[in-house]
């Protein structure tokens, strides 16, 4: 049996840390692709139209460090991977709503390079329960495995009266919209 013994991994270029092990055994990698956007204003979404929502909180350590993009890869309201950062992401969503009236449908959509439809994630409550509003939440894994891949997420919903889904911005001190998501793999 052989024994690696080492505290830190660099890039044979420049010397830049790719991991770390602390002597309790604890894993640091500081440039793990990831990301935790967020709004800044409401976005109205019109009856019956798929629309790609928009995430402008996006500077790395902004907000209170509550904001994450690191690498940079959350840009443009999507997220593109590299050659170098390419491979499996888990992501997650939490997007508050509210309808001008009840809705009959409403569902967000995970789109992979603008055109593949990965996941549909309903709402609960139909138009009979009288529901105006909610909140989608959602985990999903995607294989980004080619160099420019890019995710983005989409609203939709059929509302009464031919009325909106408003996507609800951050509360004044409690974040309350937000997405983000890792490399796995």
């Known amino acids: 049996a052989s024994i690696l013994k080492v505290n830190t991994i660099q890039d044979a270029t420049n010397s830049n840390t790719a991991l770390t092990v602390s002597s309790t055994g604890v ?18 979404v019109s009856d019956a139209t798929l629309t790609l929502v928009t995430f402008d909180e996006v500077t790395d350590g902004g907000n209170s460090k509550r904001l994450i993009n690191v690498g940079g ?9 590299t050659e170098q950062t390419k491979g499996i992401y888990f992501f997650y969503l939490n997007l508050c709503f509210s309808c001008s009236d009840v809705y009959y449908d409403a569902y ?10 990965i996941q549909l994630v309903q709402a609960t409550f139909p138009a009979t329960s009288g529901v105006q509003g909610g909140t989608f939440h959602n985990n999903v894994l995607i294989n980004l495995d080619t ?17 909106t889904m408003n996507l609800n911005q951050n509360a004044v001190t409690q974040p309350r919209t937000d997405m983000g998501g890792f490399k796995i793999a």
């Open 27 to 44: 894993i640091s990698e500081p440039n793990r692709p990831c990301f935790h956007v967020t709004k800044s204003a409401d976005q109205t």
């Open 73 to 81: 890869g959350f840009a443009s309201n999507k997220y593109t991977v």
């Open 108 to 117: 967000v959509l995970w789109r992979k390079n603008g055109n593949t439809d």
């Open 147 to 163: 160099s420019g891949d890019y995710v983005e997420l989409y609203a939709y919903a059929d509302v009464a009266s031919g009325g």
